[in-house]
């Protein structure tokens, strides 16, 4: 029954892609309709959640140290004899990943929804189905592979599909070249993860998680120690090598710089790839092998610093832009970041509670965004929105949400997590004050930013043109296309609030966002309980704290997130001073609305190198020498055949008489043998 | 009988035998209508129908003799099929001059 | 061997003049004539051979079926039309031909004669042959017991070419 969870996905693709490629594209998918796709695709998503949550049901309800369900469904393959590699495409179901596929098939069921409403008027609506679709396939299975290949499998299949999908408009050469970047900046971590898997093959001779764990645990059933025979340098390198694959996948310095590029994809991607699902398997993955980690402290001093440097770095830049999506773009860079930190402390719980709520709100962000756009015909900048609130009154109640937890204001879902990872970022054993410090700085920025985008969005005056009339139109939208309402000559649009299709799920998950913390409210935590039999006590640091401590901290960083957000409103209230603002720190401004100048560093020190490389391997070694020999042989060959083809006259007696030659010629030979 | 007493050496049926397979080959060198091509074809393949008549003489083995059934079945299908070929050769280039059907020439 | 030389003499003589015929007569009807000369001069030979059935065959199927298909084909394409005037081949072909034709054919005799042939005692003998009832009976018998998959295959054989031949010469439905 498990291997039904990826399956439906996967049904769901081959039927839409099926129709795609046989019916539509070959009339160049022109007259066609969201609806059956949509459908076709949310109900095989749909299917998936249904069968998680009676899986997960039934896992709750086992006792907690047997809390596994696992199907192997076919040998892949078997090198060897009885001794020989072997490696089954086996699912197993478990306390920490059941969580994981409750979120991916939750989530992903309402942007399917979503998508209807928002695909509505794309002209191939069943290719972008069937590739939603296939992504959720191939997460499914990199979260329920029973090994590392079968997870590399489905980690591979899900970059496949956010190629596909990012440069869903392959037309517009910007946006493809954008799935090419980050397919390429993938490739480079996939190969730290690749190398990885070679090792820990090399190393313990297995690449199943529970064959791994137990070589980890001793004869009293605790993690107990490195096993014999491995080095701690080894299980360092191993732990280095996966981190710099969670690097590529999930946006960390050095390679997350596809990321915000990656927003040039439709936006229900961005929300369900880029924030809620795709990019949060290196957490995943991390979790998972907490037992590995938890013997390298090096790797876990490494993956806590890169996350933290992340999470503020990604902040900065946030600050400064003016595209929605790029701000949640660097934003879900930023709350990436603060996963791994809290991975890197040891507190794998607390960063897979980050996950989920991330998920929740982070999509509910996006979708908002999605809807915001929708809404102000593909206008993407937030300096030419404002007063959305009276127009867009859903949206703006829903994304107000979302806006608070991110925030981390208390009682909503970031507030849990967030501080979760703060308080352990202090106070535990891998965790120091300055990761803390960053970690408290990144979340004024992020309430900061955030607060920037709202107010910029939604409240103030409107900054753009707007269509005289909008109440007639507006009953007419439904029935009409975008065209109907693009933007006339002089640059005024007119403003909408979304379908229901695309509201309905914007509700869910803001009551989600809403109250999502609560499964992880600091010392009753159920989460904590739940993962304990994957993500054990001693896996996780201990804390040297006092625990009053802990109060402190957590009304530091909430009045933290309170100030950002009364400096933000105080300062785009009103607009000149904002720009008087800018105006001072002119420089600092510039610097970070250019991102650091990042992508030009890469540009100038690794891509143009390597192109320039390319172009002279290319051209001096290429053309003028392979070519030249290729070529070469080529005309030998044609020179040898035209002058060979004289021979044949086509007369029946020539051929006959060679043929006689020969005759002559064995028969000499054998007589001379003979002699 | 009284010409019993004078025998036959086997080489001189061997020699007849390879002396009536060269002339055939000779015909189909020299010759261009496809007819006469085909009836030295028929000369060679009687030739060494010949040669294994007396071999299975010589050796006391109906092997030879068994062989010579099957050449002649062989020999039927292919002038059967061969002058099924002239008749369409004919049809096509009202000739039956190889010299007329040159498509494999360059 | 134990055969006639004079009838060997004979038929041998008979079958090179005609087989010279076959190839050197310009008129095709005179070369299809000679040729029935060759085969049944090549029948006597086999009955001096002592393969009376191979003989007979060789009198049917080549003498009888082979040769009519022959004569008929001529026909059917007018052996008279100016097409059917041949012999201009190219002398140097000709000359190459014969000279080459003439070595093999020494060497080939040359080969026969110094071949020591060796004699073994084959189950065959003609007395065997006469006890067993004859040649024919004891052809039949092999053909149907030892070499009973070759003869069903000549079966099939016969049927492709059949069905090819007809393929072949008939003309395309729809021209006329």
Same mark, same amino acid.
């Given at each position: 029954?498990?291997?039904?969870?990826?399956?439906?996905?996967? =049904?769901?693709?081959?039927?839409?892609?099926?129709? *795609?490629?046989?019916?539509?594209?070959?009339?160049?998918?022109?007259?066609?309709?969201?609806?059956?796709?949509?459908?076709?695709?949310?109900?095989?998503?749909?299917?998936?959640?249904?069968?998680?949550?009676?899986?997960?049901?039934?896992?709750?309800?086992?006792?907690? !140290?047997? &809390?596994?369900?696992?199907?192997?469904?076919?040998?892949?393959?078997?090198?060897?004899?009885?001794?020989?590699?072997?490696?089954?495409?086996?699912?197993?179901?478990?306390?920490?990943?059941?969580?994981?596929?409750?979120? =991916?098939?939750?989530?992903?069921?309402?942007?399917?929804?979503?998508?209807?409403?928002?695909?509505?008027?794309?002209?191939?609506?069943? &290719?972008?189905?069937?590739?939603?679709?296939?992504?959720?396939?191939?997460?499914?299975?990199?979260?329920?592979?029973?090994?590392?290949?079968?997870?590399?499998?489905?980690?591979?299949?899900?970059?496949?599909?956010?190629?596909?999908?990012?440069?869903?408009?392959?037309?517009?050469?910007?946006?493809?070249?954008?799935?090419?970047?980050?397919?390429?900046?993938?490739?480079?971590?996939?190969?730290?993860?690749?190398?990885?898997?070679?090792?820990?093959?090399?190393?313990?001779?297995?690449?199943?998680?529970?064959?791994?764990?137990?070589?980890?645990?001793?004869?009293?059933?605790?993690?107990?120690?490195?096993?014999?025979?491995?080095?701690?340098?080894t299980i360092t390198a191993i732990c280095l090598l996966l981190f710099v694959g969670c690097m590529g996948k999930s946006a960390q310095i050095p390679l997350y710089v596809w990321l915000?590029?990656?927003?040039?994809?439709?936006?229900?991607?961005?929300?369900?790839?880029?924030?809620?699902?795709?990019?949060?398997?290196? =957490?995943?993955?991390?979790?998972?092998?907490?037992?590995?980690?938890?013997?390298?402290?090096?790797?876990?001093?490494?993956?806590?610093?890169?996350?933290?440097?992340?999470?503020?770095?990604?902040?900065?830049?946030?600050?400064?832009?003016?595209?929605?999506?790029?701000?949640?773009?660097?934003?879900?860079?930023?709350?990436?970041?603060?996963?791994?930190?809290?991975?890197?402390?040891?507190?794998?719980?607390?960063?897979?509670?980050?996950? =989920?709520?991330?998920?929740?709100?982070?999509?509910?962000?996006?979708?908002?965004?999605?809807?915001?756009?929708?809404?102000?015909?593909?206008?993407?900048?937030?300096?030419?929105?404002?007063?959305?609130?009276? &127009?867009?009154?859903?949206?703006?109640?829903?994304?107000?949400?979302?806006?608070?937890?991110?925030?981390?204001?208390?009682?909503?879902?970031?507030?849990?997590?967030?501080?979760?990872?703060?308080?352990?970022?202090?106070?535990? !054993?891998?965790?120091?004050?300055?990761?803390?410090?960053?970690?408290?700085?990144?979340?004024?920025?992020?309430?900061?930013?955030?607060? #920037?985008?709202?107010?910029?969005?939604?409240?103030?005056?409107? &900054?753009?043109?707007?269509?005289?009339?909008?109440?007639?139109?507006?009953a007419a939208h439904d029935s009409h296309g975008h065209d109907s309402h693009a933007k006339p000559k002089d640059g005024a649009i007119h403003v909408h609030e979304s379908p229901l299709?695309?509201?309905?799920?914007?509700?869910?998950?803001?009551?989600?966002?809403?109250?999502?913390?609560?499964?992880?409210?600091?010392?009753?935590?159920?989460?904590?309980?739940?993962?304990?039999?994957?993500?054990?006590?001693?896996?996780?640091?201990?804390?040297?704290?006092?625990?009053?401590?802990?109060?402190?901290?957590?009304?530091?960083?909430?009045?933290?997130?309170?100030?950002?957000?009364?400096?933000?409103?105080?300062?785009?209230?009103?607009?000149?001073?904002?720009?008087?603002?800018?105006?001072?720190?002119?420089?600092?401004?510039?610097?970070?609305?250019?991102?650091?100048?990042?992508?030009?560093?890469?540009?100038?020190?690794?891509? #143009?190198?390597?192109?320039?490389?390319?172009?002279?391997?290319?051209?001096?070694?290429?053309?003028?020498?392979?070519?030249?020999?290729?070529?070469?042989?080529?005309?030998?060959?044609?020179?040898?055949?035209?002058?060979?083809?004289?021979?044949?006259?086509?007369?029946?007696?020539?051929?006959?008489?060679?043929?006689?030659?020969?005759?002559?010629?064995?028969?000499? *030979?054998?007589?001379?043998?003979?002699? | 009988?009284?010409?019993?007493?004078?025998?036959?050496?086997?080489?001189?049926?061997?020699?007849?035998?390879?002396?009536?397979?060269?002339?055939?080959?000779?015909?189909l060198l020299i010759r261009r209508n496809i007819l006469v091509i085909l009836m030295c074809i028929e000369l060679m393949l009687n030739a060494v129908n010949l040669t294994f008549v007396?071999?299975?003489?010589?050796?006391?083995?109906?092997?030879?003799?068994?062989?010579?059934?099957?050449?002649?079945?062989?020999?039927?299908?292919?002038?059967?099929?061969?002058?099924?070929?002239?008749?369409?050769?004919?049809?096509?280039?009202?000739?039956?001059?190889?010299?007329?059907?040159?498509?494999?020439?360059? | 061997?134990?055969?006639?030389?004079?009838?060997?003499?004979?038929?041998?003589?008979?079958?090179?003049?005609?087989?010279?015929?076959?190839?050197?007569?310009?008129?095709?009807?005179?070369?299809?004539?000679?040729?029935?000369?060759?085969?049944?001069?090549?029948?006597?030979?086999?009955?001096?051979?002592?393969?009376?059935?191979?003989?007979?065959?060789?009198?049917?199927?080549?003498?009888?079926?082979?040769?009519?298909?022959?004569?008929?084909?001529?026909?059917?394409?007018?052996?008279?039309?100016?097409?059917?005037?041949?012999?201009?081949?190219?002398?140097?072909?000709?000359?190459?031909?014969?000279?080459?034709?003439?070595?093999?054919?020494?060497?080939?005799?040359?080969?026969?004669?110094?071949?020591?042939?060796?004699?073994?005692?084959?189950?065959?003998?003609?007395?065997?042959?006469?006890?067993?009832?004859?040649?024919?009976?004891?052809?039949?018998?092999?053909?149907?017991?030892?070499?009973?998959?070759?003869?069903?295959?000549?079966?099939?054989?016969?049927?492709?070419?059949?069905?090819?031949?007809?393929?072949?010469?008939?003309?395309?439905?729809?021209?006329?």
């Amino acid at each position: 029954m498990l291997a039904w969870i990826p399956l439906f996905p996967l =049904i769901g693709f081959l039927i839409n892609g099926c129709w *795609y490629a046989f019916f539509q594209a070959p009339v160049g998918g022109r007259k066609a309709h969201a609806t059956l796709p949509g459908i076709i695709a949310s109900l095989s998503i749909f299917a998936s959640f249904i069968l998680s949550l009676l899986l997960f049901l039934q896992l709750k309800d086992m006792p907690a !140290e047997a &809390r596994v369900i696992e199907q192997t469904v076919f040998n892949w393959m078997h090198i060897g004899g009885s001794s020989g590699f072997h490696l089954d495409m086996a699912f197993r179901l478990d306390s920490l990943n059941t969580l994981f596929t409750l979120v =991916i098939t939750g989530v992903g069921t309402l942007i399917h929804i979503y998508s209807i409403g928002y695909m509505s008027h794309d002209a191939t609506p069943g &290719r972008f189905f069937s590739y939603l679709n296939l992504f959720c396939f191939a997460m499914l299975m990199l979260v329920l592979g029973a090994s590392l290949p079968v997870l590399f499998l489905g980690w591979e299949g899900v970059g496949l599909c956010s190629y596909l999908l990012i440069g869903y408009w392959y037309t517009d050469d910007e946006k493809a070249s954008a799935g090419k970047k980050a397919f390429i900046v993938n490739r480079v971590g996939d190969f730290g993860f690749l190398l990885g898997m070679f090792l820990i093959f090399t190393t313990f001779g297995s690449l199943d998680f529970v064959a791994l764990k137990t070589a980890f645990i001793s004869g009293h059933g605790a993690l107990a120690a490195i096993p014999a025979g491995v080095s701690p340098g080894t299980i360092t390198a191993i732990c280095l090598l996966l981190f710099v694959g969670c690097m590529g996948k999930s946006a960390q310095i050095p390679l997350y710089v596809w990321l915000p590029d990656a927003m040039a994809g439709p936006t229900p991607v961005s929300a369900l790839i880029h924030a809620a699902t795709m990019v949060t398997s290196g =957490i995943y993955m991390v979790a998972r092998l907490n037992f590995m980690f938890s013997f390298s402290p090096t790797a876990l001093g490494v993956i806590a610093t890169v996350g933290a440097f992340t999470a503020f770095f990604a902040a900065t830049v946030a600050i400064a832009q003016n595209d929605i999506k790029k701000v949640l773009a660097y934003s879900t860079v930023s709350q990436l970041g603060y996963m791994f930190l809290a991975c890197g402390v040891g507190a794998y719980t607390a960063g897979v509670f980050h996950v =989920i709520t991330h998920a929740f709100f982070k999509a509910l962000l996006f979708l908002g965004a999605g809807s915001v756009i929708h809404g102000m015909s593909e206008e993407q900048d937030i300096t030419k929105m404002g007063g959305l609130r009276t &127009r867009m009154p859903v949206t703006f109640a829903v994304f107000a949400i979302g806006w608070l937890a991110i925030c981390g204001l208390p009682p909503f879902s970031g507030f849990f997590s967030k501080d979760e990872i703060l308080w352990q970022a202090f106070s535990s !054993e891998h965790g120091s004050i300055f990761l803390w410090a960053l970690g408290a700085v990144t979340a004024v920025m992020t309430a900061f930013y955030m607060t #920037r985008l709202f107010y910029l969005t939604f409240l103030g005056q409107p &900054r753009f043109k707007e269509v005289a009339g909008p109440g007639k139109s507006h009953a007419a939208h439904d029935s009409h296309g975008h065209d109907s309402h693009a933007k006339p000559k002089d640059g005024a649009i007119h403003v909408h609030e979304s379908p229901l299709s695309m509201t309905g799920p914007l509700m869910v998950l803001a009551v989600l966002s809403a109250v999502g913390g609560l499964i992880g409210i600091p010392h009753m935590s159920w989460l904590e309980k739940w993962l304990e039999p994957v993500i054990p006590e001693a896996a996780e640091a201990a804390t040297h704290m006092v625990p009053s401590m802990e109060w402190v901290l957590m009304g530091v960083s909430v009045l933290g997130a309170v100030l950002g957000i009364a400096y933000a409103f105080n300062l785009y209230k009103d607009l000149a001073k904002a720009a008087k603002l800018k105006q001072r720190y002119a420089g600092l401004h510039k610097i970070l609305e250019n991102k650091w100048y990042v992508d030009e560093f890469y540009q100038g020190v690794i891509v #143009r190198p390597i192109f320039n490389l390319s172009q002279a391997l290319w051209k001096n070694f290429d053309v003028a020498v392979i070519d030249r020999v290729v070529l070469g042989f080529g005309r030998v060959t044609q020179w040898t055949g035209q002058s060979a083809r004289t021979i044949q006259t086509g007369s029946i007696q020539v051929y006959a008489f060679v043929l006689l030659i020969g005759l002559v010629a064995s028969v000499g *030979y054998l007589i001379y043998g003979l002699v | 009988m009284a010409l019993s007493e004078f025998q036959v050496e086997p080489w001189l049926v061997l020699a007849f035998c390879s002396a009536i397979f060269f002339i055939g080959l000779a015909g189909l060198l020299i010759r261009r209508n496809i007819l006469v091509i085909l009836m030295c074809i028929e000369l060679m393949l009687n030739a060494v129908n010949l040669t294994f008549v007396t071999f299975s003489k010589i050796h006391n083995h109906m092997g030879g003799q068994m062989s010579v059934f099957f050449i002649i079945t062989v020999a039927a299908a292919e002038s059967a099929v061969g002058l099924g070929l002239v008749i369409a050769m004919f049809r096509t280039v009202r000739s039956v001059d190889t010299d007329e059907i040159q498509l494999l020439k360059q | 061997m134990d055969i006639s030389p004079v009838f060997f003499y004979v038929f041998a003589a008979l079958a090179i003049g005609f087989s010279l015929s076959v190839i050197l007569k310009k008129n095709p009807v005179g070369n299809a004539f000679s040729l029935v000369m060759v085969f049944f001069a090549f029948a006597g030979i086999y009955a001096i051979l002592g393969a009376h059935l191979i003989a007979a065959l060789q009198v049917l199927v080549y003498a009888g079926a082979i040769m009519v298909l022959f004569i008929f084909v001529i026909m059917l394409l007018n052996a008279d039309e100016p097409s059917f005037d041949m012999g201009r081949s190219h002398i140097g072909i000709k000359i190459g031909a014969g000279t080459l034709c003439a070595i093999l054919f020494c060497t080939f005799v040359w080969a026969i004669k110094e071949s020591p042939i060796n004699i073994p005692a084959g189950r065959f003998t003609p007395e065997a042959i006469q006890a067993s009832g004859g040649n024919t009976q004891v052809v039949s018998e092999l053909m149907f017991s030892e070499y009973i998959l070759p003869f069903e295959l000549t079966s099939v054989l016969l049927l492709a070419a059949i069905v090819g031949a007809v393929a072949i010469a008939k003309r395309k439905l729809g021209k006329n």
